[in-house]
C-alpha cells in the first residue's frame, strides 16, 4: 500500500504570512511591580529566607524554559528585571541551587496532536 500524498498550499498573501512567522518567535516575559519578591519573616529561628517562593520558581522556570545552568539563569532574570526597569535583586546561583531541591518547577506541556487522533466537528 502507498502513502498518501500530503495536500501542498500555496501561500498567496506573503505579507501575513511572513507576520506570523515572525509572531511565532515572539517572546512576553511580565514581571507584576506589586509582586513582593522578598520574603516575609517567618518568625522562626535563624536566618530568614531573602526570597519569596515565587521569586525562586521565577528564575527556575526560566532556567527549564530556556535549557540554562544558573549562573546563566542568574544573569538572564537580572537583565529582564534591568530592562524593565525594576531594581530587585536577584538569587545567586548558589540560593537557587539550594532551593530547587524544595522547589517543584511544573511547566504545563501541551504538545501537538497527530492528525489522525483530532476529533472533526
Not at 526560566?62 to 538572564?76: D, E, I, S, Y
Not at 511547566?107 to 476529533?119: F, L
Amino acid at each position: 500500500m502507498s502513502r498518501p500524498i500530503p495536500p501542498t498550499y500555496k501561500t498567496r498573501n506573503w505579507p501575513a504570512y511572513n507576520e506570523a512567522l515572525k509572531r511565532r518567535g515572539s517572546l512576553t516575559i511580565w514581571f507584576d511591580p506589586e509582586m513582593s519578591w522578598d520574603a516575609a519573616p517567618t518568625g522562626r529561628r535563624g536566618r530568614q529566607q531573602t526570597y519569596r517562593d515565587a521569586a525562586i520558581q521565577t528564575c527556575l522556570s526560566m532556567k527549564v524554559l530556556f535549557g540554562m545552568a544558573l549562573r546563566q539563569t542568574t544573569g538572564v532574570v537580572e537583565s529582564l528585571l534591568r530592562l524593565v526597569g525594576l531594581n530587585w535583586t536577584v538569587p545567586d546561583f548558589s540560593t537557587l541551587s539550594r532551593r530547587q531541591k524544595t522547589l517543584a518547577v511544573n511547566i504545563p506541556y501541551r504538545g501537538s496532536v497527530p492528525a489522525e487522533c483530532r476529533m472533526t466537528p
